[in-house]
């Protein structure tokens, strides 16, 4: 094998110049390829975060409904016949979680769970001045909305720690802020649906990246809520999970949904809209960047065939001094494989060099506070899937030429001078 | 090994070429090579002395009869084995001299025997640098094999021929291409590897000279030896 390789790259060094014309080709694709797919992923990860890094990924609530079993229903016992009178209005009961705490011991024993975080929302309006502004108060346990929902990372300004140890403070939404013009350290007067009224001072300014949302949206510690609305120490609205497994959350909110009869919406249903948005881009990527390599194939192929055209002579003199038509053909196929190896590994260094620039070309947009420059998903995934699919294509446009030469027959180029 | 040995045998050789109709080139043909004779062909163009030569050497696969190789049967053996045989007992000189011009002409040399694999790269091209002064080209071995004259390069395909110390050389006329100085020296040389060396050689070649002065003649005419 050795000495195959040494007569390849003998063979290889005098063909330099399209020696180097055919790995540029392929250095060329893989460039690309992993610029592509790093840029493309990158994007992905930065858009999905949007909403998957906040969303839960299984949401347990309760929704306000009108009674299922109406009382004439329930008196006729007949569910065949249509009911005209339908007269029972959702009851005056708060949207809370009935057993709210019981759910949630249960849940933290659960395995499958990897976080559980309470919210208690409640609709409040603001008072500015004499303008009532609409806004949602979202008492959450911040402790945990740090760690697994990225809370920090949306917080423009202020320390949300300030939030987790401070009474009567708020994280106003950036839009909202902006209208009721308060900063850091001032204090916003809050009325609730039944009209009591608190001051809140406001400790950090939220941007979420979606313009309406930050309108409207504000965080609170949630016993300040509690507070706020005069309810318990267990009286909540939501309960967040975050799994360990993403995919597990449909069926699982299925499940939760009958074993404690409330209501569930997992992260798919919720935001179906992102997966299928990700994958399409995916796929495009693939595909350019596979369509590249190809091309980098037929670019091989033709100069390797070019090769043993102009080789035959040693070919048939490898042959007839003892080289068997396997040794020739390992011979070619070495030589394409080395021109495969050496663009890709270059592709590789070049792939990685355009991500860098990539990524530090500066990309500032007030959708997306956290982010500076373009985003680059520099996951070794995609290296070494190039690195595969160009060996893979110089293999295979190697082969077929290498077969050729390994067929030349040595007499009849030898007798044919 | 005794003089008596038969290094190669051919028994009833027979082959016809079948584009675009079929003509017998070979027939019948049938003989032998002891250890280190030398021995020629002759005959007329297209008397198919050189098409013989082709199947003796393993190349050509396409006839019917035995040829037998130092004992083995080569008709039906696999491609890798014949190429074994050609590397090991079978030493190759051309008209052309087919050099690989990419190579040196040492490395050219030592080629055949890299690929037999039974020396270190070092001790082979130490056997290279010995055939190469054998031949006085010691000086041209740092060359590449395509700034020699004709006569040079015939010497060296005959030093590569010669590395694997094969048992017979096959030549398909090695001074053909060449001026009288330097067919003279070639078969000057052959003589020399024949009394020297004790290989045989059998030599296809047209020029009567060259082979009256062999130790065996076997002239063909239409497919069949004759004399």
């Known amino acids: ?417 | 090994m005794s003089a008596n040995t038969n290094i190669l045998e051919v028994e009833k050789v027979n082959k016809s070429f079948h584009d675009p109709v079929t003509v017998p080139v070979l027939r019948d043909v049938s003989f032998s090579v002891r250890h280190g004779e030398f021995v020629s062909i002759t005959g007329k163009s297209g008397c198919g002395k050189s098409t013989l030569l082709y199947i003796l050497s393993t190349m050509d696969t396409d006839y019917q009869g035995d040829v037998v190789i130092d004992g083995e049967r080569t008709q039906g053996l696999s491609g890798e084995r014949l190429a074994a045989i050609r590397n090991e007992k079978i030493g190759f000189v051309f008209q052309f001299h087919y050099l690989l011009p990419e190579f040196s002409v040492l490395h050219n040399v030592m080629l055949p025997g890299l690929k037999l694999g039974r020396k270190s790269a070092a001790e082979v091209e130490a056997d290279a640098m010995a055939r190469l002064k054998e031949l006085e080209m010691a000086d041209q071995a740092g060359k590449m094999a395509n700034q020699l004259s004709g006569g040079q390069k015939q010497r060296v395909a005959i030093a590569r021929a010669l590395i694997n110390d094969p048992l017979i050389i096959m030549g398909d006329e090695p001074t053909g291409n060449l001026d009288k100085r330097n067919a003279e020296i070639v078969f000057g040389i052959f003589q020399h590897i024949a009394s020297e060396h004790k290989r045989s050689l059998l030599i296809v070649t047209h020029d009567p000279d060259f082979a009256a002065r062999t130790d065996r003649n076997i002239v063909m005419d239409d497919g069949r030896i004759v004399g």
């Open chain 1, 1 to 417: 094998m050795k000495l195959l390789l040494s007569i390849a790259l003998t063979l290889l060094r005098a063909k330099l110049r399209q020696s180097i014309v055919a790995a540029v080709g392929v250095m060329f694709s893989i460039t690309m390829f992993v610029a592509l797919l790093g840029f493309m992923n990158g994007l992905n990860d930065l858009l999905d975060g949007l909403i998957l890094n906040r969303t839960p990924h299984v949401r347990l609530y309760n929704e306000l409904q009108a009674s299922p079993k109406q009382p004439m229903q329930v008196a006729d016992g007949d569910t065949t016949k249509h009911h005209f009178v339908r007269s029972v209005k959702p009851k005056d009961d708060l949207p809370r979680l009935r057993n709210a705490e019981a759910i949630m011991q249960a849940m933290e024993r659960d395995p499958r769970v990897m976080a559980v975080s309470p919210r208690l929302v409640a609709q409040v309006f603001f008072n500015v001045g004499t303008v009532d502004l609409n806004g949602q108060v979202n008492g959450i346990d911040v402790v945990q909305e740090i760690r697994y929902y990225r809370f920090a990372d949306y917080l423009t300004q202020g320390d949300p720690h300030d939030l987790a140890t401070g009474n009567n403070t708020i994280v106003l939404g950036k839009g909202l802020a902006d209208m009721m013009a308060a900063g850091i350290g001032e204090t916003v007067q809050v009325t609730t649906a039944t009209g009591d009224r608190a001051l809140l001072r406001v400790v950090g300014i939220f941007q979420s990246g979606i313009a309406d949302y930050d309108k409207v949206q504000c965080y609170a510690n949630i016993k300040t809520v509690q507070k706020l609305l005069a309810r318990p120490g267990s009286y909540y609205t939501d309960i967040n999970l975050k799994l360990h497994d993403l995919t597990a959350a449909p069926a699982m909110a299925k499940e939760l949904a009958a074993r404690f009869k409330v209501d569930a919406v997992d992260v798919q249903s919720a935001n179906a809209q992102f997966e299928t948005g990700s994958d399409v881009r995916s796929i495009i990527s693939y595909a350019v960047g596979v369509v590249l390599l190809i091309v980098a194939g037929f670019g091989i192929y033709n100069i390797l065939n070019m090769m043993i055209y102009e080789k035959l002579d040693a070919i048939a003199i490898l042959k007839a001094t003892g080289f068997s038509g396997s040794d020739v053909r390992r011979i070619f196929l070495l030589l394409s494989m080395i021109i495969g190896l050496v663009g890709g590994v270059t592709g590789l260094l070049g792939g990685f060099t355009m991500q860098t620039v990539i990524d530090n070309v500066p990309f500032e947009t007030a959708a997306l506070p956290t982010t500076k420059t373009f985003p680059i998903d520099y996951n070794p995934k995609y290296y070494i899937i190039a690195v595969s699919f160009a060996l893979l294509t110089t293999w295979i446009a190697g082969w077929f030429p290498a077969r050729k030469a390994a067929q030349v027959d040595p007499v009849e180029i030898i007798r044919g001078k």
